[in-house]
């Protein structure tokens, strides 16, 4: 039996503890590199080719073998949930989403990066970016956006 069972014995003889700096823990721009598994696809399938005519596949295979490429790739455009219309929300939250969910704009870049076990660019959607898009259109996920089917091409 330890002496000091619920670890009290630390380095902290005051037992007050500060992060070194919260400021890092905000990313207002969303312009960092972003574990893609904490952001949620919006769509239900994507096509395996990009409208450039690249392959997605192509892609996952270099973010695989340079990691270090993920850093180029264009930036995935970010929403909120609490910024998507109200029709939306309710969807999403009936399907088990959360309040806090952060969705992409850009699936087949984030199915690239999950992939390839890469960290990924972000940027959040800006209002011209959303006129530009049929939202009721874009969410047509039915699992959270937990996942995306690739479709036969």
């Known amino acids: 039996m330890s002496q000091d069972p619920i670890g009290l014995a630390g380095n902290n003889p005051?037992?007050?503890?500060?992060?070194?700096?919260?400021?890092?823990l905000?990313?207002?721009?969303?312009?960092?590199?972003?574990?893609?598994?904490?952001?949620?696809?919006s769509q239900d399938s994507i096509s395996p080719v990009f409208d450039d005519g690249s392959k997605l596949n192509n892609l996952v295979g270099r973010l695989r073998n340079t990691p270090s490429y993920a850093e180029s790739v264009e930036p995935i455009r970010l929403i909120r949930m609490r910024d998507l219309p109200?029709?939306?929300?309710?969807?999403?939250?009936?399907?088990?989403?959360?309040?806090?969910?952060v969705f992409t704009l850009d699936n087949r870049r984030l199915y690239a990066a999950r992939e390839a076990g890469v960290r990924v660019n972000t940027i959040w959607a800006t209002p011209e970016d959303l006129s530009?898009?049929?939202?009721?259109?874009?969410?047509?996920?039915?699992?959270?956006g937990n996942s995306i089917r690739v479709r036969c091409h």
Not at 14 to 24: A, E, H, I, Q, W
Not at 86 to 101: V, W
Request: overall charge negative.
């Open 86 to 101: 109200e029709n939306i929300q309710r969807k999403l939250l009936a399907q088990g989403s959360y309040a806090d969910a």
């Open 14 to 24: 005051t037992l007050y503890s500060y992060v070194k700096d919260t400021n890092t």
């Open 26 to 41: 905000v990313d207002p721009f969303g312009l960092t590199m972003k574990n893609p598994f904490e952001i949620f696809f």
């Open 132 to 144: 530009r898009i049929n939202l009721d259109g874009r969410f047509s996920t039915d699992n959270s």
